[in-house]
């Protein structure tokens, strides 16, 4: 099974980045950063199929707007070196019909991030010729909402641990959209960019279906 990439990253303002730019490139659309008072546009990039940004139930509705959502995420944060979003691009197996490939990509999010407080933004390229290479762009907050709608602290990730001190090893889970069947769900650990980041990959009979990143 074919897996050409799954890229991983932080937008990070040090880097000259931002998310206002990541979310214009993935969606196709002209958005205009407050930050640096530019208007990010990509209009060479083709192939995108769909896009979608998913809010939590707490979310302010004016979030479902990319512009606002944006703009809001990143005026949160101050500092000159302030990490802005996770970013990440997953390869969507050949075999997965088209009309799956936002279903799958929903599920998974809602599932992972946005029952969790994270307000997730993504979009499904499929460039020329279709089927070729279909991959999904995931843009994802930084800090989660809390009840009344407003941002919260930024959190490290807790683990649960056995008697031994070991990490509780992840339960086998059906993956979204796969009907019911089963998958191997495995955790590892790498950094990339100087940005610790967890994968988790979900295989079927050893081979690889999907990679995410927490």
Known sequence: MPCPHNQISIVQRSNRQSAVAAAAYQSGEKLFCEYDQEIKHYPEKRGIVHNEIMLPANAPQEYADRNTLWNAAEAVEKQWNSQLARRWVLTIPREIPPDQYAVLVREFCQQQFVSKGMIVDFAIHDPYPPGHNPHAHVLLTMRAMDEHG??????????????????IKLPVQALPGSNGSKYRLRSVHRRRHHVRSKLVCFFRKNKQLLIFVL
């Not at 919260?152 to 070991?166: H, Q």
Request: glycine content about 6%; overall charge positive.
């Open 150 to 167: 407003k941002w919260l602290p930024k959190s490290r990730k807790v683990y649960d641990l056995d008697e031994n001190g070991e990490r």
